[in-house]
Nanobody, 124 residues
Framework: QVQLVESGGGLVQAGGSLRLSCAAS????????MGWFRQAPGKEREFVAAINWTGGNTYYADSVKGRFTISRDNAKNTVYLQMNSLKPEDTADYYC?????????????????WGQGTQVTVSS
């Protein structure tokens, strides 16, 4: 079993930056594919970014491509989401997710483990 704990959310002005972190428990983190999803009020959860187990392959939703960067540090059991040039439409609860596997995954139902979420609010 893997437990995921997100941190780093908060309130930021449009154009600003935040870095989200997701700390994972367990010794098998390095064999897990990881992803970030978000859910805005009244909307469905949507894919943001994914990374494979080595960190060598990443994938982004079109809405965040060029602004967000996903990365991981397997020595620290942590995955990050660097968010730059934030927009009000990025406002949402952000969730970290993980699953065993060597590829990367973009669908929520592909993931086995989820964090509790961290709130990001971007003011205009």
């Amino acid at each position: 079993q893997v437990q995921l704990v997100e941190s780093g959310g908060g309130l930021v002005q449009a154009g600003g930056s935040l870095r989200l972190s997701c700390a994972a428990s367990g010794r098998t983190f390095s064999s897990y594919a990881m992803g970030w999803f978000r859910q805005a009020p009244g909307k469905e959860r949507e894919f943001v970014a994914a990374i494979n187990w080595t960190g060598g392959n990443t994938y982004y939703a079109d809405s965040v491509k060029g602004r967000f960067t996903i990365s991981r540090d397997n020595a620290k059991n942590t995955v990050y989401l660097q968010m730059n040039s934030l927009k009000p439409e990025d406002t949402a609860d952000y969730y970290c997710a993980g699953r065993s596997g060597t590829y990367f995954y973009t669908r929520a139902y592909d993931y086995q483990f989820w964090g509790q979420g961290t709130q990001v609010t971007v003011s205009s």
